[in-house]
Nanobody, 119 residues
Framework: VQLVESGGGLVQAGGSLRLSCAAS????????MRWYRQAPGKQRELAAS???????NYADSVKGRFTISRDNAKNTVYLQMNSLKPEDTAVYYC??????????????WGQGTQVTVSS
């Protein structure tokens, strides 16, 4: 099983980006999916999460600006980021709780994608 992120890049403050994270491999089912971020010199923090049923949660710092969604048919989670601020600059990682076809549960991480917001 692997997670592959895409969609990061450089954007001006006030702009938008959409991140994608696709899971592939021997997947039986996916439970919660999440986006974390880690800014330089800071700890990794949870930005947003979504359950298999579509319930969402957001960090206060992104609430009202970011939207997490998922396409279960494609095993993909998205993060729509609007009204971006320089403090949103970070490496963004997706994370998912996956049951493999062998019946084993594990938490998987993507490799990360850089988001840079210029002022």
């Amino acid at each position: 099983v692997q997670l592959v992120e895409s969609g990061g890049g450089l954007v001006q403050a006030g702009g938008s980006l959409r991140l994608s994270c696709a899971a592939s491999g021997s997947i039986f089912s996916i439970n919660a999916m999440r986006w974390y971020r880690q800014a330089p010199g800071k700890q990794r923090e949870l930005a947003a999460s979504i359950t298999s049923g579509g319930s969402t949660n957001y960090a206060d710092s992104v609430k009202g600006r970011f939207t997490i969604s998922r396409d279960n048919a494609k095993n993909t989670v998205y993060l729509q980021m609007n009204s971006l601020k320089p403090e949103d600059t970070a490496v963004y990682y997706c994370n998912a709780d996956i049951k493999s076809t062998r019946g084993l549960f594990d938490r998987y991480w993507g490799q990360g994608t850089q988001v840079t917001v210029s002022s």
